[in-house]
């Protein structure tokens, strides 16, 4: 319920990413979990650095560019750099994309936003194709991902550590196609070493037995876990432990761990102990309540362990402004899954049927927003509907 309903103040990540929903927790910043993918372009503009003002465009570079149709402009004003290096395969790079179906068009909007494709090698691409190739259908999905996400596919290095990765994903049971999505959306755990991740895939089973779940539905469950967040592979072993174990200290059965895993869809062991006790405090303070009503609100919205104290705060301030109260928040304590903006759209629509939000409960502002245009329909046609009164006379005229 948590990330259906906090997605919408996210980056459409990993919208969900990953799960290409319209969900995901506004809470997780991808872009920060993502050094590799947001940092590429400098590392290899590390390699190349040049002075821009000193140095000449490449003409034979420009020559070559062109013969392809490519916008020229958006390269200058994107990555010049790249158009003054000594060396680089404009043709060889355009011709391999060509062999697996790029037509011009596609060429040039695949070199225009990603510029750095030219200074690779043929090598290195050809070895990048063959990788990607384990994973994908045939050649011509996999020139749609190129076009699709040029930086994940043109990020040549450790290949050595993304084969050995791919081989073990498919190896524990994962599908091509949720493997081809973690290369698009997550290709940085592709870069760890195989025996890193395969240590944090044993320490989440370990824990999952010792937590009380079966041998038998083990592998489901690791499956699913990876599929929802596979950012869970950037963690070390130690993290995950360690938050686990707070988890118990705060009194948290087995039972209920396995219950937040599941909820939070291993998110959790992307916080840490210190900022999960700020909120579980914050929480506590604010609604005034024993340890044991603390642990049941977390259960009813983990939102309350997840979200640190500022966007708590904001949250709140928002709700109360609206002239909803601590008891009405507490009672259904989920709206703080979404962010103010959406609580304040929704409830001035709601107002406009009629519907008093401040004497009412707050289940009508929860969910994601196919949840809220539900109960609102269903809002709406109640107020609509003309009251029929079955044994009222007729007057029917002779």
């Known amino acids: 319920m948590m990330l259906r309903g906090a ?131 045939n050649e011509k999905q996999l020139i749609k991902l190129i076009e699709q996400f040029p930086e994940s596919f043109f990020t040549t290095e450790n290949q050595q550590n993304q084969k050995a990765n791919i081989l073990l994903f498919q190896e524990l049971g994962l599908k091509n196609n949720i493997i081809t999505r973690f290369l698009t959306s997550a290709p940085n755990i592709f870069y760890n070493p195989v025996e890193k991740n395969k240590n944090v895939i044993e320490t989440l089973q370990r824990n999952y037995l010792h937590l009380g779940g079966s041998e038998a539905n083990m592998k489901i469950w690791i499956l699913k876990l990876l599929s929802q967040n596979p950012f869970i592979l950037l963690n070390t072993s130690t993290a995950i432990q360690e938050n686990l174990e707070f988890l118990q200290k705060n009194y948290f059965t087995d039972q209920e761990v396995l219950q937040l895993l599941s909820k939070l ?77 959406i609580v304040q759209y929704r409830i001035k629509k709601l107002t406009a049927l009629g519907y008093d939000i401040k004497s009412g409960n707050l289940e009508s502002l929860n969910g994601t927003k196919k949840d809220f245009e539900v109960t609102y329909g269903k809002i709406q046609s109640k107020k609509e509907r003309p009251i029929f009164n079955p044994v009222a006379p007729l007057h029917i005229e002779d």
């Open 7 to 137: 997605a919408h103040g996210a980056k459409d990540t990993f919208t969900l990413l990953l799960t290409r929903s319209p969900s995901c927790n506004p809470g997780l910043k991808f872009s920060s979990a993502w050094p590799d993918v947001a940092n590429r372009s400098f590392r290899i503009h590390s390699n190349y650095t040049t002075d821009t003002k000193s140095r000449q465009e490449n003409k034979k570079t420009l020559e070559n560019l062109y013969s392809l149709s490519v916008d020229i402009t958006k390269i200058r004003r994107l990555k010049e750099w790249v158009l003054l290096q000594d060396v680089a395969y404009v043709k060889e790079i355009a011709g391999i994309l060509q062999e697996m179906g790029a037509d011009e068009t596609t060429v040039a909007n695949i070199i225009e936003r990603c510029p750095e494709v030219i200074l690779h090698t043929p090598a290195e691409i050809n070895s990048q194709r063959a990788l990607w190739q384990l994973v994908c259908q």
């Open 265 to 341: 869809k291993g998110f959790i062991f992307q916080l840490n102990s210190t900022t999960m006790q700020k909120s579980m405090l914050f929480s506590k303070n604010i609604f005034k309540c024993s340890d044991q009503e603390l642990k049941q609100l977390v259960l009813k919205c983990p939102a309350l362990l997840y979200y640190s104290v500022p966007v708590l705060e904001e949250r709140l301030e928002g709700l109360l402004k609206e002239g909803i109260s601590i008891a009405q928040i507490k009672e259904t304590p989920m709206v703080l899954e979404l962010t103010t903006q």
